[in-house]
């Protein structure tokens, strides 16, 4: 799958680039350096009219893409979830427009979104850890099993992903646990939550941001964020972490979760959630989650394909 906004962003580039020469090329020739040095000047106008065409014609590819996409999707998810209830997770760095335009798409495929939970950035701070362990034994209720040997932010999102989602099979999660335990993780500045949750869910959408920042501190970032992928995937009926094409690169939470060998077999990936046929994929990956199914959707990488089949 081709991602024309990119281009878009790298032909700009190269006209800034090329207009930085440009000025350049001006000065030489204000200089009296010569022929030369017009001709080159001459050369990259040409150079930018063609790339500024190369712009709009991606410009309009992706216009009809998005278009395209709109037309298509009700038709492509349309009860695709009927019967079923979504909580909608915004890890870090997530796009508060696409968090949206998910939870839109979600819904029109019959789904019921329980709520939205926003992941506050801190969750993935080395001084979290404590704070998560010290929660997580605090708010942990009778069927979570909490690994002795696990760390805090493992301990913690099992904790919270248990409150929000109901276990496959019809077990009853905790009504005390869904009011209280997303409230005390965010009186803590670890996650906002943004409406009144209505109820346990029993799949998840993770959203993710871009790369987590190259501190000296992103194997720990992300390793968090997978473990979160794992305790929402495995305390419901399934879980899909969808985010932009930079999340399926180095430093990305998708890429993380592809590249673990285990969590990988469980939990769905979408690389293009900023568009709406992401979203559509997204939302057809859902489902094939709550049938039993899983795969890495996309066009970043090593992926299953497109779209789900069948």
Do not use: C
């Amino acid at each position: 799958m081709i991602n024309f906004r990119y281009h878009v962003v790298s032909l700009v580039a190269v006209l800034v680039a090329l207009g930085v020469g440009l000025v350049m090329g001006a000065g030489l020739l204000s200089s009296g350096t010569g022929s030369a040095a017009a001709v080159e000047v001459v050369d990259l106008q040409a150079e930018t009219a063609l790339l500024r065409e190369k712009v709009a014609d991606a410009e309009d590819t992706l216009a009809f893409s998005d278009g395209y996409g709109a037309a298509v999707q009700p038709g492509e998810i349309s009860g695709s979830l009927d019967g079923r209830s979504v909580v909608v997770v915004a890890l870090p760095g997530a796009d508060d427009a696409t968090v949206g335009a998910t939870r839109q798409a979600v819904g029109a495929a019959g789904a019921q979104i329980t709520g939205t939970i926003v992941v506050a950035p801190e969750w993935t701070d080395a001084g979290s850890e404590a704070v998560l362990d010290s929660l997580a034994a605090q708010l942990v209720t009778s069927g979570t099993d909490l690994d002795e040997d696990a760390d805090g932010y493992q301990r913690g999102a099992v904790v919270l992903a248990s409150s929000v989602l109901e276990p496959a099979g019809g077990a009853d999660a905790s009504p005390e646990a869904i009011d209280t335990t997303p409230a005390a993780f965010a009186e803590a500045g670890l996650v906002t939550v943004q409406e009144p949750l209505r109820g346990p869910a029993d799949l998840a959408v993770l959203v993710a941001g871009g790369p987590v920042p190259d501190d000296g501190e992103a194997g720990r970032r992300l390793a968090a964020l997978a473990e979160m992928a794992a305790a929402f995937d495995a305390a419901g009926s399934g879980s899909v972490v969808a985010g932009p094409p930079s999340s399926a690169r180095a430093l990305g939470v998708v890429e993380a979760v592809r590249s673990d060998p285990d969590l990988v077999q469980l939990v769905s990936t979408v690389d293009m959630l900023q568009t709406t046929a992401g979203r559509t994929v997204a939302v057809l990956a859902l489902a094939e989650q709550a049938a039993g199914g899983v795969g890495a959707y996309g066009g970043v990488g090593t992926v299953d394909g497109a779209r789900p089949q069948g």
